[in-house]
């Protein structure tokens, strides 16, 4: 069982030694470079601030006139009014026509320039939702990389642990054969032995948990070899000199929630001006301009002459039985109006009509549309400030946790050093006398325990310390790097 149990744990070592040759280092920097650009929370936000920016552009160009060009062509058959004369005809007229409208909002009660500012505030909002998404980003990236540096110091020293006593037992063996100690003292030596394969295979499993845990939040597979840079990480000073209070005045300046619930805020209190500005009047300037073509409008060619004498009558009562001669001409010649279809081009020119109009609305009655309107927005516009007391509570409860978190991981590290230290002169002791014969293998296992557990508990102190510290530098601003 000990056997097997030492053969995984070599085997995992070598694995992992050859795995390591082929991974890619990464600093925190590059870390949080990853996730943030594969982070599906993150896009959503760009694409939120990419629809706040249409709406502010769209509520911008309402400023300007609206023109819009119609047109039609069609064509007439049977019974229909000539459009050029009204009057009935019936024949096929094919028609076509040309409208273009303009219209230019002049006053109504500043609706368009509050829907404006509050379009800027929604944006704005959006801006700090995109940041916000990508502080929590970096700061669950922090977090992990923490605890993959956290879990690779506890690994090391559980290694240590096991090395330390492999080195003992054999040590040991060697005496027992010489006869100086009993055989009691090697079976607890084995069995204590296979307790620290035991652990250094847990601190394995914990540690590349983390790592996944790392590359879960970089949006990497878990396939994608990964190994992380070790700073530098000491902690010089454990005092906080900052009280919650002045922590949290700076935060509300600099959190993105913060910021976001004030744009919400202004927002609704530029939206319900907006509704207001729906009870008055409306006043625009309208122009439009027509023309058309009808097959059926035609231009005259000239007049010509069809008979230049032509009978009007005779003399006598049968015309069939008299003579030619006796025919009655008149003297006017009978003449032919001569016409063609005007031309498509001169009817488009000729038959412009043009309009200018100031409109006037005014509202009387809609159902309760509009008033229901106005208390809409006033119920958000409350809305929004319960949303940004809300927003300011939460953060000062965060910041007076981590606050607290912060001072009990001082104290903790503070007494886990000392532990530590002493842990070390009364195993160094301990290991002299037992060395010289002087004490057991007991007293030597119990010191060499809490010497152990004394450092994986400094190591876990200074870790939950050194993030700590960082959360609070991160609410007031300040960036997060090692």
Known sequence: MKKGILSIALFSLVVT???????????????????????????RSEMGLKGADINLDQAKYTMLPS???????????????????????????????????ASLLLFNAFRVMNTIRQNVNDKAAAESDLTKAKNDVILSVVTLYT??????????????QLRTTQQQLERTKKLEQAGSVPLGNVLDLEAQNATNELNLVQRENTYNLSLLQLKQAMQLPASTPLDIEVPELGVEDVTLNQSTEQIFDIAKQNMPEIR??????????????????????????????????????????????????????????????LDPLLQVKSLQPQLKSNSKEKPFSDQFSDNISKSLSL??????????????????????????????????????????????????????????????????????MTKQRYDAGATNYVDYQVSENNLFQAKSDQVRAKYDLIFKKKVLDFYQGKPIDY
């Not at 030694?17 to 943030?36: G, M, N, P």
């Not at 605890?147 to 240590?160: D, H, K, P, T």
């Open 17 to 43: 030694a050859s795995i390591a040759q082929d991974k890619k280092v990464y600093t925190l920097k590059e870390c949080v470079e990853i996730a943030l650009k594969n982070n599906l929370t993150v896009k």
């Open 67 to 101: 023109l819009n060009l119609s047109g039609s062509a069609g064509s007439n058959y049977g019974r229909s009014i000539d459009p050029t004369t009204n009057a009935f005809i019936d024949q096929k007229i094919d028609n076509a026509n040309v409208n273009a409208n």
């Open 147 to 160: 605890s993959v540096i956290f879990n690779q110091e506890l690994f090391q020293n559980a290694q240590f």
């Open 260 to 321: 976001a619930a004030v744009y919400r805020t202004e927002s609704a209190n530029f939206a319900l001006r907006a509704s207001r500005a729906s009870l008055y009047p409306r006043l625009s300037l309208n122009a439009s301009a027509f023309t058309n073509y009808s097959s059926a409008a035609k231009v005259s060619t000239g007049i010509s002459v069809i008979d230049p004498n032509p009978v009007i009558g005779y003399l006598g009562t049968d015309p069939n039985t």
């Open 359 to 428: 409109g006037l609305t005014i509202p009387l009655f809609n159902g309760y549309t509009t008033r229901a309107s106005v208390q809409r927005s006033k119920v958000q516009r409350d809305q929004a400030s319960i949303n940004l007391t809300d927003a300011e509570n939460k953060l000062r409860q965060a910041i007076e946790t981590a606050h607290n978190d912060a001072t009990a991981a001082a104290k903790t590290y503070a007494s886990s050093a000392k532990a530590v230290k002493a842990r070390e002169e009364a195993f160094r």
